[in-house]
């Protein structure tokens, strides 16, 4: 979770009037930045960076600008980064695994932008635990926290509240035990709450319902996260991985998944796919909005992005096989509102794209990244905004209903534990890429 400057409201009605800041749409090729499993995240107003993980199964980031010239790319020998975010622009924290002598072991890492590519890359592993899958990182009880979930032993889920000093990290730790049933899927920080979400395994079929997990922030300076307070809400539907979430304001967050398919009653039919987007304000359910998706077999959740700015939700869905890919990002303005209507979407076709971004420097432009799936070294960089249209994207469009749904939370203290682990450093190596425009248009 990146640090947000809040605007009044006049002078952003002011900014989004301008007719000197352009609407963009970019799609930009760079060899050698390997596609597999690519994540993008926002720096500033002209860099984007890239993670992926390369032929030699390490993983690297490179620090791409939208101008011209050579763009750095630093190695990171770790095992696996399953994903990683921005702090303030200068600061990078990624989460995933890493092996040493006797196995392969949770980890988390950070570095500074600062230098880069030529940064110091620190890193604790944690034991306990096989792999961290998703992180968000938050300013709160006057310390930097880093919040993970990730896989334990014995079936269990681990989430984890790491806390940097400039020696040392101090790491607290929980483990969710429902007799494996219960996986964690995203988390997020709010005003509140660190928010985890989860599949569960419930009932004789055993279809995976959704769990929304609130553990509550610190109220005093240099705190963790309030474990003994945990709290959940069963959503009780029958929902495929992954069940992601995304931080607005204040409390309220959004969640989005895609139920099992729903299978018509005669052959030669295709089968529906039901996307859901919730919105929620803490514990209260505010209302949800779906969609059905009958268009292509077995359509995919990818990734999720939220602009602030203009109160826009982008969904990025990818269809296709290794022949074809068709991909289309779906923007909710109305998933905080009450109206349902046709929700217009970009499509790109011939990549799979794989992550999503917003533009904090420009409101309602997102970023994304992808790869041809057949050449797993190249990938493409594409750029847009969520209302306008020029030459770079097709149009894509579906229409959106509402529903009112209702949910009760339910008390579930969690125990945790506390280590202090010194970092380590990782080697590293660097390199550059070039980059090439394949579309670029504008719009005032």
Not at 152 to 166: F, P
């Amino acid at each position: 979770m990146k640090v947000q400057r809040t605007i009044p409201l006049f002078y952003l009605a002011m900014l989004l009037c301008n007719s000197q800041i352009q609407a963009e749409e970019h799609v930009w090729q760079v060899n050698d930045i390997v596609g597999k499993n690519t994540i993008i995240r926002d720096v500033d107003a002209t860099h984007m960076l890239v993670c992926g993980e390369k032929n030699n199964h390490y993983y690297s980031f490179t620090l791409v600008s939208t101008g011209t010239g050579l763009h750095p790319e630093m190695t990171v020998f770790v095992d696996s980064i399953f994903d990683f975010e921005v702090y303030n622009g200068s600061d990078v924290y990624f989460c995933g695994s890493t092996k040493n002598g006797t196995g392969s072991y949770a980890m988390l890492g950070h570095f500074s932008l600062t230098g880069f590519p030529y940064s110091t890359v620190e890193y604790v592993s944690l034991p306990w635990f096989y792999r961290l899958r998703k992180i968000d990182i938050g300013w709160f009880s006057n310390r930097l926290h880093m919040v993970a979930i990730g896989d334990a032993v014995n079936g269990k889920n681990a989430v984890v509240d790491a806390i940097t000093n400039s020696s040392y990290w101090q790491i607290y730790y929980s483990m969710i035990d429902t007799n494996n049933k219960c996986r964690l899927s995203d988390v997020a920080i709010t005003d509140s709450f660190v928010v985890a979400t989860s599949t569960y395994k419930n009932g004789l079929l055993g279809f995976l319902h959704t769990r929304i997990w609130y553990i509550p922030k610190p109220t005093g300076s240099g705190n963790t996260l309030q474990f003994s307070t945990c709290r959940y809400q069963n959503v009780n539907e029958t929902a495929t991985t992954p069940l992601l979430i995304k931080w607005c304001e204040g409390d309220v967050f959004v969640t989005v998944a895609k139920d099992y398919m729903t299978l018509h009653g005669y052959a030669g039919t295709p089968s529906t796919s039901f996307f859901r987007v919730k919105a929620y304000d803490g514990y209260l359910s505010i209302h949800s909005v779906f969609w059905g998706y009958e268009s292509y077999i077995n359509p995919r959740l990818k990734d999720i992005s939220y602009d602030p700015d203009n109160k826009v939700l982008d969904c990025l869905i990818n269809v296709g096989s290794n022949s074809s890919q068709h991909n289309v990002v779906y923007h909710l303005n109305q998933p905080l509102s009450l109206n349902p209507g046709f929700a217009k979407g970009h499509a790109y076709d011939d990549i799979a794209i794989n992550s999503l971004d917003k533009k904090a420097s420009q409101p309602g432009h997102f970023i994304a990244v992808g790869n041809p799936v057949a050449e797993t070294e190249t990938s493409y960089l594409l750029k847009y905004k969520y209302d306008i249209w020029n030459s770079c994207f097709d149009t894509d469009s579906v229409y959106v209903s509402f529903e009112t749904p209702n949910y009760t939370p339910i008390d579930n203290g969690l125990v945790y534990n506390n280590v202090l682990l010194v970092p380590q450093k990782t080697y590293t190596d660097t390199k550059e890429h070039q980059k090439m425009t394949v579309c670029h248009s504008n719009k005032q």
